[in-house]
Structure formats: structure tokens, C-alpha cells
């Protein structure tokens, strides 16, 4: 991320690239910039905000789908002592608004081999014993973008239950605003993630279906329709796609199966 | 009847024998046992600095939680868990400006004004459930156990919270005369094991453990029942190596007091999880034809 | 042993500080040494909690920060419920060990734990003595 010189027109018509195109007469609104005050237009994201006051993101920036976890950010309403948190890509920015980035949290992430550590909640537990370090006072919760419940899932973790955890954090986009603000030091965002490791690698019954595909796969049974493929032209690919037979939407279940099964 | 229920962390796993033969007994005397929703840790010790209100917010959220339930009372069997939710609560109580504070910083919470009791199980048993009529439901009588019931430090200390007063060990001695077990005097039945200090010093080298198995043997004591999962690590799962470097002259095998009552009220021996003990505990029940299959 | 008290040694400051953190005034202190008395710990320390409460008494800072007494402490209020002055010694204990911890210095490195210490203990361990241990 760096700075730019500030478009000398105040409200541009048309922005072009990563830049918003604003409709005629677009109102701004202040915001502070690290600090800086900028005159932006309303109804933008944080993101494209700074975007339309000269920033560059050259990191910090992922998805803009509000999913990738890379553009997390602090911010305090001028006036009022209280900290809010959202993602750059989906927060629109209000007018009074102080910004911050945490692109990146210099959080602890512990070296495993998945395979060796074993399914029991100790192996969590010696991998991040700074859980225990939790004081309950459920900052992270506050701070996640995400509406996970922070606290529910480190507690989940000290009592040893991996399901609860896995599940409570299975929205978590390692954006690490929780350890930002964790006076226990604790990467929560980490540890939910070996949570979910483990639960899906010892815990959760295997899919006996995915196991005779996989099998199928191996075995080179598509490996004919593949190399079929790869020798059609761009404009008999996008024929067949088009032509592809689809489950109707909404059918019942079982109640459909395609006329062509020689790939079931 | 129903009472709330806080378990705490180890109950969970490391010290299930303590939560579940607990559980199970109550249910066994007709109690609807609920444990209370979306409960964090406790904070196991409470902070003894003047100025420190943080680590009041864990055991506080634990309380809201049965607040929010409409819970009036609140039971707890870790000695660990009852002082820092009962010193906490007591806060809440009595101190006007932390009160506000610590209610004024959850500001995502409703606010807490001491409104739940914390009561320890042996409390609860005695006044839910009374000594005759525990007596009356005994299937199994300890018959010949020579218990000694060892309390440590967080069930009595300080006075403000503590289940009984020092040198008082009424509640867990009635309980034992209740199941026809043999209760002994106990000078150690609340001196400190050592509790987080094993994390300072090397296994079975806990000089607070080791005097306290060598006075109970020394006493005549075959039995320690206790109500702590970090008094049982030490003086329990650290006894062998306690022994092998000399430390104790003898084993003496070590119970939570829960395990003994689920046993005399003839539950399934299952549920008293003596896997999690040290093996000599199982044997000396098995030894003296306690134990009930399912 | 004896201890030389000057104004070298001596500061006024972290008695009163001493006295904040705890909550207590550790001048009330007569040096009855029942504290000593209840220690379960007292073989494993160092100084006795009644000579740390007279070192208390003079505020003899460098000499309280480095004797290991309140780090052997393990806060089970024997010696508070016991001392005929009502001092709540185990919170002059904490105040202590806060000392040290509240500078960012911990007495244990949860990550310098062995895993197989960490996977043996009960919960309820870790998370009293990281209290106790850590800042």
C-alpha cells in the first residue's frame, strides 16, 4: 500500500480501472486516512475509498469478495471512543471515519505435521499452550468481521471439545483482527484452523462416496472424456458447455439422473 | 428439582471421573442436573492485585451465563472453579465501582449485580438432599474405607467464600458417614498440595504432596477423596514418581469424593472413569467388593 | 545474614507501591513469623514469607527482586487466614511477583514448555500458573 497524489478534480465523473465510477453529482464525505483527512465520495468501500484518494494496494488487498480475510480494518468514529471493525472491501465508509489497516498480525502459527500430531485436544494444546492465557474478556469476539464467536471456540478448545471449535469458527477468514486484540497473545485465528484440521482429518466420518471417486480417478476412468476434451476448440468447448445436460433446478431428490451415464 | 450447573475445563477431559460420577449421582437422588450454556474458563486462580478487574471478567461471564438462564443458584465441584466464581461473585456484591466497571466494560453483556449464589455440590447435597436421606439411598456401603477427606485450600480459604470454617471438614466427613464409610482425623485436610507450582518444579518432586500423602499414611489413612482436579494431579498422578524418588514412603490411593458416592449409591462403576485414576484406586475398590457393573 | 540498609538500598517508593498493588500496608507487620509457620511451600524457599515481609517493611527492592520466595508462593492463603495482623500475605505475594510481570518479564515460557509437560497437565495447571507466571 502506498500513497499517491490526490486526484486534483474533487469529484470525478467516471474513475477508470480498480477506480469507482460515480454517479453525476456523487456527495464526499471526510474520512482520516491514517490520520489524514480525504474528501471521498459516499457510498463507496473503505477500499475503494482509499483507492479514490490515491492509495495503491499492492498488498492488503485479495478477493474484494469480502471471503479472503487480506484487508482487515480497525476504525473509530471521530468523537467516540469506541473501536470498530470490518473489511476494507465490504465496509462503506461513513462520513468522520478513522482508518486503519492491519493488512497482516505478526501472530504465533505453530509448525505440525497434520498426520503426526494425533486427534486429541492435547496435541492443540502443546502446539499453542498461550490458550490458556485467555481472560474471557471477549475483544476477539468484538473484533471479528466475521460475527464468530471467538471467545465460544478458544473456551471450546480448553475444554478439549475440537467439534464445537471447528464448527464455531468454520467462518473464520484468518484476517487475525482477534489476536490483534488479544491481551493473552493468543493467534485464535491459527488455532481454529488446526481445530478444523483435526476435526476434518481424525473426527469427521470419511465420505465413502468421495473415496470410489477418487478410486475412479485413479483407476483412469475419465481420462478419456479428459483428453477428449482437451483436443476440442474453444468454440466446440463452449457448444458443449452450453449443451450440457443440468439437473432441472429445484428437482426432487433421486427423482433425476442424466440420459448419458457411461461416467457415473 | 434443577439446579445450574458450571463443570469447568478439566472436568471436561482430563478430570471426566470428577464431572460425570457427580452428574450421574445427583440425577441418581433425583436432581435435574443443567449445565449452564456458552461457559468459559474460570480463570482457576483469582487475581489478588488491588488494581486488576480484568481477570474478574471470565468467572463474571460464567455467572451472567446462569443470570441469563434465570438461574438463582449456580453448583460448581472444582475447588479451583468454586473460589474464583464465589471471590468474583462476592465483588459483585459488594463492591459498588468494580461492579460498575467490570459492567461498564461488557458492554456486549447484561449487567451482573451478584443476583446468582455460587454453592459448592457438598453444600448442595447437604441442603437438597440432607444427610438421612442420602444415607437411606446407599446400595453400597463403604463399609471398612478409612477415608480422609482433604479439602486444600481453595474450598475454605478465605473465610468469606469458604464452604465451611477452617479446621471444619463437616460436609465431606458427613457425606462419608453417610455412605458407611470410616472417617479419620486428617491433620494435612487443608494444607496446600502445591497446586500451579508443579508447573516450577520436576514430577514427584512437589515437597507440599509428598508431605501431605506421608502424613495421611501416617494416619492410618487408606483413601484421600478430593474435590480438585489439580490437588488430584498432584497428589495423585504424581504419586508413583513421588515414590520412586523416595519422597513417600507409601501410596495412598486418591478418589474425587464424587467417584466414592456414585459408587455407594451402586451407579455403574463406568461412570466413575477409574481410567483416569492412578490404577491403585481401582484395585483398592475392587478389593474391598464396592464395585456395581452396568 | 545481614542485609546493609541505605539509602542505596533502601526505596520509600516500592513499599508504597508494594502497599497498592496488594491492597495491604505491610508495615502492619510484627514479624510473628506464623505466615512462615502455615507455609506448605516455605522448604522450597529461599527467604521465608516473614523475612520477605521484613524486607517488605524496608523496601529493599533489589533484594525482593531476585529471591524466589513469591515465586514459590502457590497463593492458598494459609499464611493470610492465620496472621494475628490481619495481612493478606498472599496478596502482598502477588503484588511481587507483579512487580516483575508487569514489566513483560515472565518467570515460565509457556513456549519453552516440554509438549509432553504441557500434554500431561491438567488445565486447570496451565492456566493458574500462566496467571501466576506470566504477564
Same mark, same amino acid.
Given at each position: ?11 470525478? #465523473? ?12 456523487? #456527495? ?42 487480506? @484487508? ?27 482508518? &486503519? ?42 473484533? @471479528? ?45 491459527? &488455532? ?41 476448440? #474453444?468454440?466446440?468447448?463452449?457448444? #458443449? ?24 | ?13 482430563? $478430570?471426566?471421573?470428577l464431572d460425570i460420577a457427580a452428574v450421574a449421582s445427583l440425577e441418581a437422588l433425583g436432581v435435574e442436573?443443567? /449445565? ?100 437411606? +439411598? ?23 467464600? =469458604? ?6 471438614? /463437616? ?13 479419620? =482425623? ?23 504432596? $509428598?508431605?501431605?500423602?506421608n502424613t495421611a499414611a501416617g494416619q492410618g489413612i487408606e483413601a484421600l477423596a478430593t474435590s480438585c482436579?489439580?490437588? /488430584? ?5 504424581? +504419586? ?8 513417600? /514412603? +507409601? ?14 449409591? =451402586? ?12 490404577? +491403585? ?14 | ?24 500496608? *505491610?508495615?502492619?507487620?510484627?514479624? %510473628? ?5 502455615? %507455609? ?32 514459590? %508462593? ?6 493470610? *487466614?492465620? %496472621? ?52
Amino acid at each position: 500500500m502506498c500513497e499517491t497524489k490526490q486526484k486534483t478534480q474533487a469529484t470525478p #465523473k467516471v474513475a477508470t480501472g480498480d477506480r469507482a465510477i460515480l454517479p453525476e453529482g456523487a #456527495k464526499t464525505i471526510p474520512v482520516y486516512i491514517m490520520g489524514k483527512k480525504y474528501e471521498v465520495p459516499e457510498t463507496l468501500t473503505i477500499m475503494k475509498a482509499m483507492e479514490f484518494a490515491g492509495f495503491h494496494f499492492l498488498r492488503g488487498a485479495g478477493c474484494r469478495g469480502g471471503i479472503c480475510g487480506a @484487508c482487515p480494518t480497525v476504525y473509530r468514529m471521530a468523537g467516540d471512543y469506541k473501536l470498530h471493525f470490518g473489511l476494507a472491501c465490504q465496509t462503506v465508509v461513513q462520513a468522520d471515519m478513522y482508518l &486503519a489497516q492491519i493488512p497482516f498480525f505478526p501472530a504465533n502459527r505453530a509448525d505440525y505435521s497434520i498426520e503426526e500430531i494425533g486427534g486429541l485436544p492435547e496435541a492443540i494444546h502443546a502446539l499453542y499452550p498461550e490458550l490458556f492465557r485467555c481472560v474471557a474478556c471477549n475483544q476477539c469476539t468484538k473484533a @471479528c468481521p466475521m460475527d464468530v464467536d471467538v471467545l465460544g471456540y478458544i473456551s471450546a478448545l480448553k475444554q478439549g471439545n475440537i467439534e464445537k471449535a471447528a464448527k464455531l469458527s468454520f467462518d473464520c477468514i484468518q484476517c487475525g483482527l482477534c489476536a490483534s486484540r488479544c491481551m493473552g497473545e493468543i493467534p485464535q485465528y491459527h &488455532a481454529a484452523q488446526l481445530a478444523r484440521r483435526i476435526y476434518g482429518r481424525y473426527i469427521l466420518p470419511n465420505a465413502e462416496h468421495l473415496k470410489t471417486r477418487v478410486e475412479a480417478i485413479e483407476a483412469g476412468h475419465y481420462d478419456a472424456m479428459l483428453a477428449e476434451l482437451e483436443q476440442m476448440s #474453444k468454440e466446440d468447448l463452449e457448444k #458443449k458447455y452450453v449443451e450440457r445436460e443440468r439437473e432441472p433446478d429445484f428437482a426432487e431428490v433421486g427423482s433425476w439422473s442424466p440420459a448419458e451415464t457411461k461416467y457415473l | 428439582m434443577k439446579i445450574s450447573y458450571y463443570p469447568g475445563c478439566t472436568l471436561k477431559t482430563k $478430570a471426566k471421573n470428577l464431572d460425570i460420577a457427580a452428574v450421574a449421582s445427583l440425577e441418581a437422588l433425583g436432581v435435574e442436573v443443567e /449445565e449452564i450454556d456458552r461457559w468459559n474458563c474460570c480463570g482457576a486462580v483469582h487475581s489478588l492485585t488491588a488494581d486488576d478487574l480484568i481477570h474478574q471478567v471470565g468467572p463474571v461471564r460464567n455467572l451472567i451465563r446462569a443470570k441469563e438462564m434465570g438461574a438463582e443458584k449456580l453448583i460448581t465441584l472444582c475447588s479451583m472453579c468454586y473460589n474464583t466464581l464465589a471471590r468474583a461473585n462476592q465483588i459483585m456484591k459488594t463492591d459498588p465501582v468494580k461492579r460498575d466497571t467490570i459492567n461498564r466494560f461488557m458492554d456486549e453483556e447484561i449487567d451482573y449485580n451478584g443476583e446468582v449464589e455460587v454453592v459448592h455440590y457438598l453444600s448442595f447435597l447437604k441442603e437438597a438432599i440432607g444427610w438421612e436421606k442420602l444415607k437411606q +439411598q446407599v446400595k453400597v456401603p463403604l463399609t471398612g474405607l478409612k477415608i480422609g477427606s482433604y479439602y486444600g485450600c481453595t474450598l475454605q480459604r478465605p473465610a468469606e467464600v =469458604g464452604i465451611e470454617p477452617f479446621g471444619h471438614f /463437616e460436609l465431606m466427613n458427613d457425606m462419608f458417614r453417610s455412605l458407611g464409610a470410616t472417617v479419620m =482425623g486428617f491433620a494435612d485436610a487443608d494444607k496446600c498440595c502445591g497446586s500451579y507450582q508443579v508447573l516450577s518444579s520436576a514430577p514427584g518432586e512437589n515437597s507440599a504432596s $509428598a508431605n501431605i500423602i506421608n502424613t495421611a499414611a501416617g494416619q492410618g489413612i487408606e483413601a484421600l477423596a478430593t474435590s480438585c482436579p489439580l490437588c /488430584e494431579f498432584n497428589l495423585g498422578k504424581q +504419586q508413583q514418581q513421588m515414590l520412586d524418588k523416595g519422597n513417600i /514412603e +507409601q501410596n495412598v490411593p486418591t478418589y474425587y469424593f464424587s467417584q466414592l458416592l456414585a459408587v455407594a449409591l =451402586g451407579l455403574d462403576s463406568e461412570l466413575c472413569h477409574f481410567e483416569l485414576n492412578d490404577r +491403585q484406586s481401582l484395585t483398592l475398590l475392587e478389593n474391598k467388593n464396592y464395585l456395581v457393573a452396568a | 545474614m545481614t542485609l546493609p540498609i541505605s539509602d542505596q538500598s533502601l526505596s520509600l517508593s516500592s513499599i508504597a507501591e508494594i502497599n497498592t498493588l496488594s491492597g495491604e500496608n *505491610v508495615k502492619v507487620c510484627m514479624q %510473628c513469623a506464623t505466615c512462615t509457620g502455615m %507455609c506448605p511451600m516455605a522448604q522450597e524457599m529461599d527467604f521465608s514469607p516473614r523475612k520477605v515481609m521484613h524486607f517488605a517493611q524496608f523496601g529493599l527492592i533489589d533484594k525482593l527482586l531476585e529471591i524466589n520466595t513469591f515465586w514459590k %508462593c502457590a497463593s492458598c492463603h494459609a499464611c493470610s *487466614v492465620k %496472621c494475628p495482623r490481619g495481612i493478606d500475605i498472599a496478596k502482598v505475594m502477588e503484588a511481587l511477583r507483579q512487580q516483575t510481570l508487569r514489566k513483560s518479564k515472565n518467570h515460565i515460557e509457556p513456549s519453552q514448555m516440554a509438549k509432553e509437560t504441557i500434554t500431561e497437565l491438567p488445565q486447570i495447571a496451565l492456566v493458574a500458573g500462566f496467571r501466576k507466571f506470566t504477564s
